[in-house]
């Protein structure tokens, strides 16, 4: 472990939910081990290792998932050598019959350079869909900005001869840059409400 957090503060760790799975770039650099790709913690491990905006994730609850650059950065110098690119993947559903789908999800993001943070349809006919995408262009979804606290909310067109899909949320690109944290991950054939 490289952060200095209090052991009475209930950490971190690197495996994924059931069924769920974390896939790193064999490329990336080793830098701080708790954010050595997406880690799942909870608020208050993330913020103890430094705030920076990271306690305004209000409609994160519980254990959070974070891609977090900036803290992977502060051991080693990995940024020196490479980028960060890790790739968190969900459970396949199955998604025979339907033609629109939706999903909603807590998201907090930082922007700075070519930082990336991309969802992503996969389905099992080989079609990709991107769903959002952060990045450092005006045309993109947080604008170039900061997206902070936002419950965010976007549609998937299922295509003809798709029986099951995954859902994929990969940060890349990233240097010592900012962060990315999501929660509460709903899927659904009507309209998500966002809860904000």
């Known amino acids: 472990?490289?952060?200095?957090?209090p052991?009475?503060?209930?950490?971190?760790?690197?495996?994924?939910?059931?069924g769920w799975s974390v896939t790193n770039s064999s490329n990336m650099p080793a830098g701080t081990e708790e954010w050595q790709g997406w880690s799942f913690?909870?608020?208050?491990?993330?913020?103890?290792?430094?705030?920076?905006?990271?306690?305004?994730?209000?409609?994160?609850?519980g254990v959070i998932a974070v891609a977090d650059p900036d803290e992977w950065?502060?051991?080693g110098s990995p940024a020196s050598k490479g980028f960060f690119d890790s790739t968190l993947t969900s459970p396949s559903v199955k998604v025979e019959g339907a033609k629109d789908l939706y999903v909603g999800f807590a998201s907090h993001y930082k922007q700075e350079g070519t930082q990336t943070a991309e969802v992503t349809a996969v389905f099992d006919n080989g079609e990709k869909q991107?769903?959002?995408?952060?990045?450092?262009?005006?045309?993109?979804?947080?604008?170039?900005?900061?997206?902070?606290?936002?419950?965010?909310?976007?549609?998937?067109?299922?295509?003809?001869?798709?029986s099951s899909m995954k859902l994929q949320w990969r940060m890349h690109n990233a240097k010592n840059n900012w962060f990315w944290s999501i929660d509460d991950i709903r899927l659904d054939d009507q309209m998500i409400v966002s809860p904000n």
């Open 1 to 5: 472990m490289n952060e200095n957090i």
């Open 7 to 18: 052991s009475s503060i209930l950490g971190w760790s690197h495996t994924a939910p059931n």
């Open 41 to 61: 913690t909870t608020k208050e491990f993330w913020t103890k290792a430094e705030d920076q905006d990271r306690s305004k994730f209000e409609l994160g609850q």
């Open 73 to 75: 950065d502060d051991n």
């Open 130 to 162: 991107q769903v959002l995408v952060y990045d450092n262009k005006a045309a993109s979804d947080n604008k170039n900005g900061h997206v902070l606290n936002k419950y965010e909310v976007k549609s998937i067109k299922v295509p003809e001869g798709a």
